[in-house]
């Protein structure tokens, strides 16, 4: 024993000593691609850009400044212009909340149908996977800048392209919720021959349902940014207001909406947080 | 046994009123929830005018569209004051005019003389023929028409169907007749139209054509592999350049598809979304750090952080793109900084929450060595939140990826703004639809890469959540 020892030691010391030559040079080689990357990009960005970097730093808080210079000007006349834009964000709202409730109803077949544990066929699981990749990958702005073309200004096409990618993006963590159930309820339901359907409603469901909604709610405060953002391609909504203000140079207004938009936003990230703590017990 | 017999149902009902209550509470409490989204539905149904879709969608113009994504047009075009001079461009653009003498580009094989050696014919695809002559243009040969057509030019200048008083209107199918046109459109892929001063006839095909090389350029007669292979030959198609330099530069410029600029705008997009997660990450590591309870004990500062964070997220990027658009003017800064921004909230939000749940043993185990703070932090914190820090700025890379080209529609530049360009002219849909697979393939990249990055640096490709 005695003797083995130093010649164990020596070995443990020549393995150590090369693991962590090893993972220096990885390191060092991430390290080197972070940085190339960095200045790669910077080069390109340096050359596609408009305005020149310093003279964007110098010039970041002007506009900023004229916003909250307009709306100190205004005094108390300011709150009515707030308010005046409520009917705005409703419609945004509306358009998030509509759209989420399809596709959530969407994404709840999608899932059911790419579930491993549900679903015997590889055909149909491929495919409902496929189906939900490309949908989950498109922008929503392309989707929607496509309808709009289409179809012509209105909410619509903002409703259709949230709805496709909501379908798409809750499709996805559904199916990883389904097949990630206990089979054992399923199982159950088999032994005392419930159908396919009946094994849904009452094995899986009940699991699923709670995080199910948890994803909905988080989806629906993605979905409030998401059409805000289509409102300015011209979807409605506070969104094309806002960029129809900025066009306009109405600083206060613009101010008066930035204010109920992130007013909004971070009102609905807190309920967002307490529901999901509510509906499943932890915060993420 | 403990199987419940009906009777024996009813007795424990009795024994335990309370429980039984509760159940049928919280059913009725779902099936109010569940009326209530009901109703909500139905209202959203009309508020958001989703009974106008059928109203909205206009199957022509989808129809056209997509017929334009995959497929492509020559117009043949006569003037009846000219009758000789018919000029044949590639989707009508007079930059691409075939037979055109400085181009020298040879007349397609699908237009050719009549074998009376006066009309001049346009062959279909679908083998139908157009004739064109002085006086009149006639239709022959079309499948499932059992009749050929003539259109003339009336004593007013109007034009019409030669004997289309006597036809019936099931004949007359395909063809759209007002005062001032005459349009024959049997399938999406043929259309004829007549009009007092001219004859328009637009043939498609399906494929993009010249998507390497556009109609002007010296190797548009070669294929692209027939191009590539050119490129090893020692025969110059033009004395100006060599082989290789022609092929890189006719691609780059060409001037249907525009590689070289949609190529350059995907990179400012991907420049945007890459370097946007690197300065969130870099930002939210110290701070997250100072954010932390069982790092910062001073309470002020990490509320103070903590809010931060909330208000970084909560101006959504679309916000911080327009005050960065104001100061860098368009292009990837205004990108980099609004995601950045946003990131450096919602990374150093998750960051903190990753540190204050970490393990307290390992950092007791340095701190018992005699380590200092900073080397405590180094040595049992850091270890344990890499993969989740590494693992949560990858998920953001890929996400990100989608925000950039949104950042660049609303005017930051990039593949965005491209795409919205192609769209506003109302005819380059081809154009969008090979920008929307980019898009798409890109972002499916950056997916793929993310998740690869996450299983070789971490050893899962999930998203790490503690």
């Given at each position: 024993m005695?003797?083995?020892l130093?010649?164990?030691?020596?070995?443990?010391?020549?393995?150590?000593?090369?693991?962590?030559?090893?993972?220096t040079?990885?390191?060092?080689?991430?390290?080197?691609?972070?940085?190339?990357?960095?200045?790669?990009?910077?080069?390109?960005?340096?050359?596609?850009?408009?305005?020149s970097?310093?003279?964007?730093?110098?010039?970041?808080?002007?506009?900023?400044?004229d916003?909250?210079?307009?709306?100190?000007?205004?005094?108390?006349?300011?709150?009515?212009?707030?308010?005046?834009?409520?009917?705005?964000?409703?419609?945004?709202?509306?358009?998030?909340l509509f759209?989420?409730?399809?596709g959530f109803?969407?994404a709840?077949?999608?899932?059911?149908?790419?579930?491993?544990?549900?679903?015997?066929?590889?055909?149909?699981?491929?495919f409902?996977?496929?189906?939900?990749d490309?949908?989950?990958?498109?922008?929503?702005?392309?989707?929607?800048m496509?309808f709009?073309?289409?179809?012509g200004?209105?909410?619509?096409?903002?409703?259709?392209?949230?709805?496709?990618?909501?379908?798409?993006?809750?499709?996805?963590?559904?199916t990883?919720?389904?097949?990630?159930?206990?089979?054992?309820?399923?199982?159950?339901?088999?032994?005392?021959?419930?159908?396919?359907?009946?094994?849904?409603?009452?094995?899986?469901?009940p699991q699923?349902?709670?995080?199910?909604?948890?994803?909905?709610?988080?989806?629906?405060?993605i979905n409030?940014?998401e059409?805000?953002?289509?409102?300015f391609?011209?979807?409605?909504g506070?969104?094309?207001?806002?960029a129809a203000?900025?066009q306009?140079?109405?600083?206060?207004?613009v101010?008066?909406?930035m204010?109920?938009?992130?007013g909004t936003?971070?009102?609905?990230?807190?309920?967002s947080?307490?529901?999901?703590?509510?509906?499943?017990?932890?915060?993420? | 046994?403990?199987?419940?017999?009906?009777?024996e149902?009813?007795?424990?009902?009795?024994?335990?009123?309370?429980?039984?209550?509760?159940?049928?509470k919280?059913r009725?409490?779902?099936q109010?929830?569940?009326?209530l989204?009901?109703?909500?539905?139905?209202?959203g149904?009309?508020?958001?005018?989703?009974v106008?879709?059928?109203?909205?969608?206009?199957?022509?113009?989808?129809?056209m569209?997509?017929?334009?994504?995959?497929?492509?047009?020559?117009?043949?075009?006569?003037?009846?004051?000219?009758?000789?001079?018919?000029?044949?461009?590639?989707?009508?653009?007079y930059?691409?005019?075939?037979g055109?003498?400085?181009?020298?580009?040879?007349?397609?094989?699908?237009?050719?003389?009549?074998?009376?050696?006066?009309g001049k014919?346009?062959?279909?695809?679908?083998?139908?023929?157009?004739?064109?002559?002085?006086?009149?243009?006639?239709?022959?040969?079309?499948p499932?028409?059992?009749?050929?057509f003539?259109?003339?030019?009336?004593?007013?200048?109007?034009?019409?169907?030669?004997?289309?008083?006597?036809l019936?209107?099931?004949?007359?199918?395909?063809?759209?007749?007002?005062?001032?046109?005459?349009?024959?459109r049997?399938?999406?892929?043929?259309?004829?139209?007549?009009y007092?001063?001219?004859?328009?006839?637009?043939?498609?095909?399906?494929?993009?054509?010249?998507f390497?090389?556009?109609?002007?350029?010296?190797l548009?007669?070669?294929?692209?592999?027939?191009?590539?292979?050119?490129?090893?030959?020692?025969?110059?198609?033009i004395?100006e350049?060599?082989?290789?330099?022609?092929?890189?530069?006719?691609?780059?410029?060409?001037?249907?598809?525009?590689?070289?600029?949609?190529?350059?705008?995907m990179?400012e997009?991907?420049?945007?979304?890459?370097?946007?997660t690197?300065?969130?990450?870099?930002?939210?590591?110290?701070l997250?750090?100072?954010?932390?309870?069982?790092?910062?004990?001073?309470?002020?500062l990490?509320?103070?952080?903590?809010?931060?964070?909330?208000?970084?997220?909560?101006?959504?990027?679309?916000?911080?793109?327009?005050?960065?658009?104001?100061?860098f003017?368009?292009?990837?800064?205004?990108?980099?900084?609004?995601?950045?921004?946003?990131?450096?909230?919602?990374?150093?939000?998750l960051?903190?929450?990753?540190?204050?749940?970490?393990?307290k043993?390992?950092?007791?185990?340095?701190?018992?060595?005699?380590?200092?703070?900073?080397?405590?932090?180094?040595?049992?914190?850091?270890p344990?939140?890499?993969?989740?820090?590494?693992s949560?700025?990858?998920?953001?890379l890929?996400?990100?990826?989608?925000?950039?080209?949104?950042i660049?529609?609303?005017?930051?530049?990039?593949?965005?703004?491209?795409f919205l360009?192609?769209l506003?002219t109302?005819?380059?849909?081809?154009?969008?639809?090979?920008?929307?697979?980019?898009?798409?393939?890109?972002?499916?990249?950056?997916?793929?890469?993310?998740a690869w990055?996450?299983?070789?640096?971490?050893?899962?490709d999930?998203?790490?959540?503690?």
């Amino acid at each position: 024993m005695s003797k083995a020892l130093p010649a164990n030691l020596e070995q443990i010391e020549v393995n150590l000593k090369k693991l962590t030559n090893q993972r220096t040079r990885s390191s060092l080689l991430g390290i080197a691609i972070l940085i190339l990357v960095f200045f790669g990009g910077t080069l390109v960005s340096l050359e596609a850009n408009a305005g020149s970097f310093g003279r964007g730093i110098a010039n970041f808080f002007n506009y900023p400044k004229d916003l909250f210079v307009d709306t100190f000007e205004m005094g108390w006349k300011y709150w009515p212009r707030v308010i005046k834009y409520i009917p705005e964000l409703i419609t945004t709202l509306n358009i998030a909340l509509f759209s989420t409730s399809i596709g959530f109803v969407l994404a709840v077949i999608f899932a059911i149908f790419s579930s491993r544990n549900l679903i015997r066929n590889k055909r149909v699981i491929q495919f409902t996977k496929f189906l939900m990749d490309v949908t989950r990958s498109f922008p929503t702005l392309i989707i929607a800048m496509v309808f709009l073309y289409l179809m012509g200004k209105s909410s619509l096409p903002a409703v259709i392209a949230i709805t496709i990618h909501t379908a798409g993006a809750l499709g996805k963590l559904f199916t990883e919720a389904i097949e990630n159930c206990d089979g054992k309820p399923i199982e159950g339901l088999s032994s005392v021959g419930a159908t396919w359907t009946q094994k849904i409603r009452f094995s899986v469901l009940p699991q699923v349902l709670p995080l199910f909604l948890s994803y909905g709610i988080l989806r629906l405060e993605i979905n409030v940014r998401e059409s805000t953002i289509l409102g300015f391609v011209g979807a409605g909504g506070i969104g094309e207001m806002l960029a129809a203000l900025i066009q306009w140079n109405y600083g206060a207004d613009v101010l008066a909406c930035m204010f109920l938009l992130v007013g909004t936003i971070i009102a609905l990230d807190y309920l967002s947080a307490y529901w999901r703590h509510k509906l499943i017990g932890v915060n993420q | 046994m403990s199987s419940v017999l009906a009777n024996e149902r009813d007795n424990i009902r009795k024994l335990y009123p309370e429980t039984f209550k509760q159940a049928k509470k919280s059913r009725t409490k779902g099936q109010i929830i569940f009326f209530l989204i009901l109703i909500y539905l139905i209202v959203g149904f009309f508020t958001l005018d989703v009974v106008d879709i059928p109203k909205k969608w206009k199957p022509q113009n989808a129809a056209m569209f997509v017929l334009d994504t995959y497929a492509h047009k020559d117009h043949v075009t006569m003037k009846w004051e000219s009758p000789d001079d018919i000029k044949i461009a590639f989707e009508g653009n007079y930059r691409s005019v075939y037979g055109r003498d400085n181009l020298d580009k040879s007349i397609p094989d699908w237009f050719y003389k009549n074998s009376d050696n006066i009309g001049k014919v346009i062959e279909f695809n679908n083998l139908g023929k157009a004739i064109l002559y002085k006086d009149r243009v006639e239709i022959v040969n079309f499948p499932k028409y059992e009749r050929d057509f003539t259109i003339k030019l009336n004593a007013n200048g109007k034009p019409y169907v030669v004997g289309s008083e006597n036809l019936a209107k099931s004949e007359l199918k395909g063809f759209r007749i007002t005062e001032n046109r005459v349009e024959f459109r049997p399938t999406l892929h043929e259309r004829i139209q007549v009009y007092p001063k001219k004859v328009e006839i637009h043939r498609y095909s399906l494929g993009w054509k010249y998507f390497w090389f556009d109609f002007s350029s010296p190797l548009e007669p070669y294929s692209f592999f027939e191009a590539l292979a050119l490129t090893f030959s020692n025969e110059r198609v033009i004395p100006e350049m060599s082989n290789l330099k022609l092929f890189l530069t006719e691609i780059k410029d060409n001037e249907a598809f525009m590689h070289g600029r949609v190529w350059w705008a995907m990179l400012e997009t991907i420049v945007m979304a890459v370097l946007g997660t690197m300065f969130a990450t870099v930002m939210a590591l110290p701070l997250s750090f100072l954010a932390a309870y069982n790092v910062t004990p001073i309470k002020a500062l990490r509320f103070t952080l903590r809010r931060l964070f909330d208000t970084l997220r909560g101006i959504d990027f679309l916000i911080w793109s327009l005050i960065f658009l104001r100061a860098f003017g368009p292009g990837p800064f205004t990108g980099i900084f609004a995601i950045g921004f946003t990131d450096t909230g919602t990374l150093g939000k998750l960051y903190s929450e990753a540190i204050e749940n970490t393990e307290k043993k390992q950092q007791e185990g340095v701190q018992s060595t005699g380590a200092s703070k900073f080397l405590q932090h180094r040595f049992g914190i850091i270890p344990q939140i890499l993969p989740i820090f590494v693992s949560q700025s990858l998920y953001y890379l890929e996400s990100n990826t989608r925000g950039a080209v949104i950042i660049g529609a609303m005017g930051a530049g990039g593949i965005g703004l491209q795409f919205l360009g192609a769209l506003a002219t109302g005819n380059d849909f081809e154009n969008v639809a090979y920008m929307a697979i980019l898009v798409l393939a890109v972002v499916i990249f950056m997916d793929r890469l993310s998740a690869w990055l996450r299983r070789i640096l971490i050893g899962s490709d999930q998203l790490i959540v503690r």
